[in-house]
């Protein structure tokens, strides 16, 4: 069950977790994989992602003004994987995948095997090549309690363990460092 995270809410993507972003337009939803985001501004929170104009996730975000970005841990590995090589141009991932979801009041696809979710109405966007950055003010967000606990990633607890992606089919996961305690200079 996730809770409500209303503060700092921009810290739930600090460390650009490879996130499967939902988006949803009159009939059509969709799902895929993304590992260029970040946060960009605290006040006001803001998320960006960056999109390949190809992906039929773009005209959707781009139409409907929004996009929810789902973080998964270590357990759906598989899901990211699949939601990064199959195209809804070809398969419904949602069916597929057998993805179980709520929808917010803001129309957003929030799935429920991802530990944290950070929802964004686009405020600006940006065409920088054959990507766009959707820059969005974020709306909404939520957490698993004990992998985010008073507005901390608790990584004590394993299922607060998160991907990053190196290129070519490679992973890392994420694992912590307080520089308070074990860095002295
Ligand atoms: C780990 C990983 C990270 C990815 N990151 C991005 C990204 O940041 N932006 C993007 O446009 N596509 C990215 N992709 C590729 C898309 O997820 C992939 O092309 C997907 O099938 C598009 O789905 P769609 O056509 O249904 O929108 C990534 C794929 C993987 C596996």
Redesign the pocket.
């Known amino acids: 069950m996730k809770h409500k995270i209303s503060e700092n809410q921009t810290r739930l993507i600090y460390h650009n977790p ?1 996130s499967l ?1 939902t ?1 949803n337009y009159h009939d059509k939803k ?8 970040c946060a960009v501004s605290k006040n006001p929170q803001l998320a960006m ?4 104009k ?5 005209p ?1 975000i781009k139409e409907s003004g929004k996009y929810v970005i789902n973080i998964p841990n270590l357990k759906m590995l598989k899901d ?2 699949y ?7 070809d398969k419904d ?1 949602f069916q597929e995948r057998n993805f179980k979801f709520s929808v917010s009041e803001n129309s957003g696809i929030i799935l429920d095997d991802a530990i944290a979710f950070v929802e964004c109405e686009v405020v600006n966007e940006f065409d920088v090549g054959d ?1 766009v950055l959707f820059v969005g003010k974020i709306i909404n967000a939520g957490a698993e309690e004990d992998v985010f606990t008073n507005g901390k990633w608790n990584m004590d607890n394993k299922d607060a363990q998160t ?1 990053s ?1 190196l290129g070519e ?1 490679n ?1 890392i996961i994420t694992s912590k460092i307080d520089h308070k305690k074990k860095i002295k200079f």
């Open positions: 490879v972003i988006s969709n799902v895929f994989t993304v590992s260029w985001l992602i960056s999109v390949d190809r992906r039929a996730s773009f959707l990211v994987i939601c990064g090589s199959v195209s809804a141009k991932k990507h991907l992606f089919g992973y």
